[in-house]
């Protein structure tokens, strides 16, 4: 197992539902992400917590909402999504913020959640 | 941001043979570099970082390569077998970390 675990591993969702992603990291990191992954196009950062803040927020629609109740447990909340929005949902983590030049922490992603609005 | 190219799609090689992945970048050069690997259904795992002053790293049969001149990153498999089947993302420093969209690698037996 990768240290990062996503659930649930699938999700069926009508525009109208509403439905959480829940991800939970045991590697003691102090940093955690949710990516989008779309057939054929590269991982797309939508949100980034660092020690429980967020820090980065990547003109994500409000449709989307996150929340890191501590440093181990990140969530995506989801409401009235289009079909455009179906993808896999990946949740990630690393020792310290990555992508910032002083740090070069590896991701440690989970197996992600495959999402489809219907 | 930098707009980070990985080679085609899909690459499809005999057991044995060296596959060579090539990750190009357009603007600034990044303090790291990083790949992956991504099997079906599965998240990325992390196999290997390059920094700017290094020119390469090695890690059992795989190498990575790092051109700041030329703006490339060149990760190798050298004597491939089937198990290396999957998808290989680079990602680098981009103020955030910033992914290619990945070369498909598959090892024919």
């Known amino acids: 197992e990768t240290g990062v675990t996503q659930t649930p591993r699938h999700l069926v969702m009508g525009m109208t539902n509403k439905k959480s992603l829940k991800c939970e990291q045991h590697l003691g990191h102090n940093a955690m992400y949710w990516y989008k992954q779309s057939a054929k196009k590269p991982l797309e950062l939508m949100f980034v917590?660092?020690?429980?803040?967020?820090?980065e927020n990547n003109s994500v629609p409000s449709r989307f909402s996150p929340e890191c109740p501590n440093s181990s447990h990140l969530f995506l909340h989801l409401h009235t999504l289009q079909p455009e929005d179906s993808a896999l949902y990946l949740c990630?983590?690393?020792?310290?913020?990555?992508?910032?030049?002083?740090?070069?922490?590896?991701?440690?992603f989970g197996n992600g959640t495959r999402l489809t609005v219907t | 941001s930098q707009k980070i190219e990985q080679n085609s799609e899909a690459l499809n090689i005999q057991e044995g043979k060296t596959a060579t992945l090539t990750c190009n970048y357009t603007?600034?050069?990044?303090?790291?570099l990083q790949w992956y690997r991504q099997d079906p259904g599965r998240g990325p795992v992390f196999l290997l970082l390059?920094?700017?002053?290094?020119k390469e790293k090695r890690k059992e049969r795989l190498k990575v390569t790092f051109d700041t001149t030329l703006k490339q990153s060149l990760f190798h498999i050298t004597a491939s077998q089937p198990a290396d089947s999957a998808t290989y993302l680079c990602?680098?420093?981009?103020?955030?970390?910033?992914f290619g969209a990945g070369t498909t690698v598959t090892v024919r037996a």
């Open positions: 603007n600034y050069s990044p303090a790291y």
């Open positions: 917590y660092s020690l429980e803040e967020r820090v």
């Open positions: 390059i920094r700017e002053n290094e």
């Open positions: 990602a680098l420093d981009d103020y955030k970390l910033s």
């Open positions: 990630a983590s690393s020792q310290e913020l990555t992508g910032l030049s002083s740090y070069n922490s590896p991701l440690h």
